[in-house]
């Protein structure tokens, strides 16, 4: 099955004249697996892989750094074990990780199997993972023993028993529950079935690779690309940030999100550099990380960035940030950025449908504007418009033309116009003069939570079967967007209840107890 959208368009990497763009000619017509077994045949003694340092206060096991080499043979044990399933070709394989060596070798994995990887937003529960892989008809899913609290292999085995089509739940970790397939095994096996690939695919690099989730007010809509589109959005922001080869590559983003995969994973296999894996942000394991590997890229949360280097926690040498803006109308009351020593680019997402990487001149926020996109970003997204309604729409080399309708979620939501463009639902505002585009507010009905998109109705109709006097309710924040705060008579019910239920993390947290203000 092709994935639907448009192919990469060479011509724009035959102007530049550097050594990023001939990474990205070099790569043209490969798939992501084939780029992987470049850089490990060309240097396999290299560090590939890196872990949090902090890793043992949210995750089983301790802090990995794994070679090309070494990393090669686990990505081919997970490929082999989930092809002996027998899982159809282009079955959809949920993962379940947080940012931790396991999750990039299983999404490498799931790729080197010609399978279709779904990564599953962290705080998403057992509500929200069984609505979405029951959609989809997941055939398996490969989940961390534990993040933080949570056992997110016990989320996988409640949605395997609502999903009647998971047959196989895999994971990595200590002591996993009855009935998870182990893969910890799999870094030290050395025995591997020795019979070739079955070769069925005649352009497998256009065959849809990933499927993420775009929220819309219609509810969730899955968004497939293949291999060509996601080279095509981590391109652009190769291109943009000048990447050089053997790069390392410092990156706080998950994998659930198509920003989070181009500004981390995807410069890193163009590269055959080290990808360096954070979670969540903590400060001091952020600043340990960069100075021990000196590393040349930092991927972070745009709100975060400025912060971070208003408090010395950037070392004096030069690198380059990519702040990643998951609500792009909060960009224009970003704040100046005035370390000299960093080079920063805006990379303005636009839900899972397009992004935009664009480097500041001066320090304030970069522009784009209606037309053709500019420079590097053109590698991604090729022009911009302003519809009718007053939203900015998009179309382009990454740009999914129509959802993955084919597998039940999405109908006519997102699909593109007869001229190719998808309507990313930002209103936005164009300077008659500039062209410049100023985006005004998030899509109608939506609120964003950091990383995390909400239905504004959803968040008092969730409480419903609970009843009582629990409300929750959005409230403007300066990093995240805005956060969800919730109340009730008796919060530890609510948080329970929710719980139960299986209801995302950031809806059950809204109820903590929170501490009140010391008197003066």
């Not at 080279?231 to 190769?238: I, N, Q, Y």
């Not at 990808?275 to 890229?297: F, I, K, R, S, W």
């Not at 690198?319 to 020593?341: F, H, K, N, T």
């Amino acid at each position: 099955m092709a994935a639907a959208g448009n192919t990469l368009n060479a011509e724009v990497f035959v102007k530049p004249a550097n050594d990023t763009a001939k990474l990205i000619e070099a790569a043209q017509g490969a798939t992501l697996d084939t780029l992987f077994r470049r850089a490990a045949l060309g240097n396999p003694a290299k560090v590939a892989l890196v872990d949090p340092p902090h890793r043992r206060t949210f995750a089983d096991g301790p802090p990995r750094h794994i070679t090309y080499a070494a990393a090669d043979r686990v990505i081919e044990a997970i490929a082999r074990r989930l092809h002996h399933f027998g899982l159809p070709r282009q079955s959809i394989v949920g993962l379940h990780c947080p940012n931790i060596v396991e999750g990039v070798l299983a999404l490498l994995g799931i790729w080197r199997a010609g399978l279709i990887a779904a990564p599953l937003p962290l705080l998403w529960r057992r509500s929200d993972v069984a609505e979405t892989l029951g959609c989809l008809g997941a055939k398996a899913i490969i989940a961390a023993g534990r993040v933080a609290g949570e056992a997110l292999c016990d989320v996988a085995l409640a949605t395997a028993v609502e999903v009647f089509s998971i047959r196989y739940v895999c994971g990595f970790g200590e002591e996993l529950p009855d009935g998870v397939v182990s893969f910890d095994e799999l870094f030290t096996t050395d025995r591997l079935d020795p019979a070739p690939w079955p070769n069925e695919r005649d352009n497998p690099a256009a065959e849809v690779a990933i499927v993420t989730w775009e929220i819309t007010p219609h509810g969730r809509v899955a968004m497939a690309r293949s291999d060509t589109q996601l080279l095509a959005a981590g391109s652009a922001v190769a291109l943009e940030t000048e990447l050089a080869q053997d790069a390392k590559i410092l990156t706080s983003l998950g994998l659930a999100s198509c920003a989070g995969i181009a500004t981390s994973v995807i410069p890193w296999l163009l590269c055959g550099g080290t990808l360096l894996l954070h979670h969540g942000l903590d400060a001091q394991a952020l600043t340990e990380q960069y100075n021990e590997y000196g590393c040349d890229v930092l991927a972070m949360p745009a709100p975060m960035a400025p912060q971070i280097a208003a408090e010395g926690l950037l070392p004096a040498r030069p690198c380059c940030v990519l702040g990643v803006w998951q609500a792009p109308e909060r960009a224009a009351a970003s704040p100046r950025w005035r370390d000299a020593y960093a080079k920063f680019i805006d990379v303005f997402a636009f839900g899972e449908i397009g992004l935009l990487p664009v480097q500041r001149k001066d320090g304030t926020v970069a522009d784009f504007t209606i037309g053709p996109a500019m420079g590097a970003g053109a590698a991604a997204v090729s022009e911009i418009m302003r519809t009718r309604g007053g939203t900015m729409a998009v179309r382009g080399p990454m740009v999914p033309v129509r959802p993955f309708a084919e597998r039940g979620l999405g109908s006519a939501v997102l699909a593109a116009d007869a001229a190719g463009f998808v309507d990313t639902g930002y209103p936005c505002r164009v300077d008659g003069r500039t062209g410049v585009v100023t985006i005004s507010g998030p899509p109608a009905g939506m609120v964003n939570v950091g990383s995390y998109r909400f239905v504004q109705r959803d968040l008092q109709s969730v409480l419903d079967p609970i009843g009582g006097s629990a409300a929750l309710a959005a409230v403007p924040d300066p990093l995240l967007s805005y956060r969800i705060v919730g109340s009730a008579d008796d919060r530890r019910a609510a948080q329970a209840a929710l719980a139960q239920r299986g209801a995302n993390a950031l809806m059950v947290s809204a109820f903590r107890e929170r501490r009140r203000p010391r008197a003066a």
